[in-house]
């Protein structure tokens, strides 16, 4: 019995280890943009040694004061896309709605001042990635609101805020991501089942890949998908995409690519299936497929390559893969329903995860440990958190 006691406590001791370091305030401070798409708000939550909170909060009314353009009075903007430049002093958001167009804003990190006129795009312009060198960003126009028709990636020079070029790929793009190197940009197409490869420099389709379940297969670059309208009504919040009367009904509705580090793969989440599956630059194919929990939505990689995050949508959690492996390492709940984006930290310590709520509950950040994968923080915010990106981080120390 003795024995046994003793047992007992040891696996309650490591049982309780990881809360116990994930209850321990980081030492650094840690910064990161979030929009809130149903309160057109834009919020800077700061994480640090005192907590996590919201320090700041930016209307979108209020870019609109700055600007000469007018403002819609009748519906929400509402903010979807949110990244960070990669010398972290631009702040760029898409709003998705507009008669009948969207638009790209520009602010100065830190301050929230708006650097230019907004641009607009296409219909429902939703996730942007901006190039490393920054004079670069590709925003996918989602279409959400449009007929089933193929959609097209927006190509905006940063410093003159000028759309360049507006590519057409395939049915509801989203999830759009540069490459290391820059010359080559990837979105998904969940309607068409496509994952697309841009050539920056030709500014048009260099590759196609089909993900159908069991399918997958390269296409020719000019196949563009489309599908005649006639599809059934979507969900959006759930993107239950389906097709009848003899049209196409994706099997794998990738919502998000995410290329590695080194640039020789990208990561492709399959919502309906329920998969995530690792492509090979150079070769163009499946490489590996790791199942996940319900939803797969958004992906990101840790800086330091160890652990994919995968946010799941309609399972409402997250889910930590070790990317060695192949193993999930966790699988935890979020404080509230429709999990959306990732950032993470660059000292591959936390992962910022935008949850969007259900009804007129707020929308949350939560914030998880990604040495103990337990949930440190939730901060709530406006209705509806969208897109999420880091953007400092501050040493102990530091000013």
């Known amino acids: 019995m003795r024995l046994r006691a003793v047992l007992l406590a040891m696996a309650a001791t490591l049982l309780l280890a990881p809360a116990a370091a994930a209850a321990q305030a980081p030492e650094a401070t840690y910064r990161v943009y979030v929009g809130a798409e149903s309160a057109d708000f834009l ?27 007018p403002e819609l009075l009748t519906e929400h903007e509402a903010p979807h896309g949110v990244a960070v430049d990669p010398q972290g002093g631009v702040v760029w958001m898409t709003t998705g709605h507009g008669l009948p167009d969207g638009k790209l804003w520009k602010l100065e990190a830190g301050t929230g001042r708006l650097l230019a006129d907004p641009v607009s795009l296409g219909r429902f312009p939703a996730s942007l990635g901006v190039s490393p060198d920054g004079r670069w960003v590709y925003v996918a126009n989602f279409n959400l609101h449009g ?11 940063a410093e003159g805020m000028v759309e360049v070029a507006r590519i057409e790929t395939c049915t509801m793009p989203h999830g759009s991501r540069v490459h290391p190197d820059g010359m080559r940009q990837y979105s998904a197409c969940m309607m068409d089942d496509q994952l697309v490869e841009i050539d920056a420099g030709e500014l048009g389709v260099a590759r196609r890949l089909f993900l159908g379940v069991g399918e997958e297969r390269a296409l020719d670059p000019d196949d563009l998908g489309f599908h005649a309208p006639g599809h059934d009504a979507h969900d959006h919040d759930a993107h ?22 080194a640039g020789t793969r990208v990561w ?8 995530l599956l690792e492509i090979d ?5 499946v490489a590996r497929r790791f199942e996940t929990g319900r939803g797969p939505y958004n992906v990101d990689v840790t800086p330091d390559d160890r652990i994919l995050v995968v946010t799941l949508k309609q399972g409402d959690g997250v889910e930590f893969i070790d990317l060695e492996t192949g193993v999930t390492r966790a699988l935890e709940e979020t404080s509230t329903r429709v999990v959306h984006g990732i950032a993470l930290s660059p000292d591959s310590r936390y992962a910022f995860i935008s949850v969007e709520g259900i009804g007129a509950e707020p929308g949350k950040v939560d914030i998880f440990d990604l040495r103990s994968f337990t949930r440190v923080e939730s901060v709530p915010v406006g209705l509806q958190a969208s897109g999420i990106a880091f953007w400092s981080m501050e040493e102990p120390g530091g000013e």
């Open 43 to 69: 919020h800077r939550i700061v994480f640090g040694p005192e907590g996590a909170r919201v320090e700041a909060t930016i209307p979108v009314s209020a870019l609109y004061e700055q600007s000469g353009v």
């Open 147 to 157: 007929e089933m028709t193929p959609s097209s990636i927006s190509v905006v020079h």
């Open 240 to 261: 239950d995409h389906r097709a009848h009367g003899g049209h196409y009904r994706a099997t794998c509705s990738p919502t998000w690519v995410q290329p590695d580090h």
């Open 268 to 275: 492709v989440a399959c919502n309906r299936s329920d998969q």
């Open 281 to 285: 630059l150079e070769r163009w194919e």
